[in-house]
């Protein structure tokens, strides 16, 4: 199971760092995604970090502001100069097969997924 946390309502301009844990511990052995999904829309990709954490990967609307990154137990969205627009449901995903140094953008990759944290971000 996995386990999103860090979410909360700030404004506009703030920052939040995100973290996804796994229960039973040690994270190593897969890659991680992260989706939102704000009210009214579909679940979008916004980042993933491969097995090695040696490729970071995030969508172009967050790119410069958002940064994922992971150690041997918990992986991280630090969360910069948030907007409005970035109010969703995070949710954490992570693949158990993927390759070493590859990275995942489709929500079918992945087959653990999280509860999800709200963040929300006033004007």
């Known amino acids: 199971q996995l386990q999103a946390s860090g979410g909360g309502l700030v404004q506009a301009g703030a920052s939040l760092r995100l973290s996804c844990a796994a229960s039973?511990?040690?994270?190593?052995?897969?890659?991680v995604g992260w989706f939102r999904q704000a009210p009214g829309r579909e679940r979008e990709f916004v980042a993933a970090i491969s097995r090695s954490g040696r490729r970071p990967y995030s969508t172009d609307s967050v790119k410069g502001r958002f940064t994922i990154s992971r150690d041997r137990n918990k992986v991280y969205l630090q969360m910069t100069g948030l907007k409005p627009e970035d109010t969703a449901a995070y949710y954490c995903?992570?693949?158990?097969?993927?390759?070493?140094?590859?990275?995942?953008?489709?929500?079918?990759?992945?087959?653990?997924w999280g509860q999800g944290t709200l963040v929300t971000v006033s004007s």
């Open positions: 039973g511990g040690m994270f190593n052995d897969y890659a």
């Open positions: 995903a992570a693949d158990g097969g993927a390759r070493w140094d590859e990275v995942y953008t489709k929500e079918s990759s992945y087959n653990y």
